[in-house]
């Protein structure tokens, strides 16, 4: 069993910056993928970034603003937001793809909420 714990969310200001975190722990021998979904009220869950250990993705709406990041000693993800927008506000969930097809995980959810 693998267990996410997510940390970072809050209240900004338009332009401001959050850092999320992502902790996974457990059963976990390799990890492929560590990524980013977000879900604002009414929406469906959608990719904001994805990181391997050679490449990253981003959605179009945050480049440039966000980075994604891993340490993998740790299996620790982040994302670093900047230049936050209203329309950023969404509940943000981490994601983890094990190695080996072992599944896939997901974390409880931590809120952002941009005032504008």
């Known amino acids: 069993q693998v267990q996410l714990v997510e940390s970072g969310g809050g209240l900004v200001q338009a332009g401001g910056s959050l850092r999320l975190s992502c902790a996974a722990s457990g059963s976990i021998f390799s990890i492929n993928l560590m990524g980013w979904y977000r879900q604002a009220a009414g929406n469906q869950r959608e990719l904001v970034a994805q990181?391997?250990?050679?490449?990253?993705y981003y959605a179009d709406s945050v480049k440039g603003r966000f980075t994604i990041s891993r340490n993998n000693a740790k299996n620790t993800v982040f994302l670093q937001m900047n230049s936050l927008k209203p329309e950023d506000t969404a509940a943000y969930y981490c994601n983890v793809i094990l190695g080996s097809g072992l599944g896939s995980y997901w974390g409880q959810g931590t809120q952002v909420t941009v005032s504008s």
């Open positions: 990181i391997t250990s050679s490449s990253s």
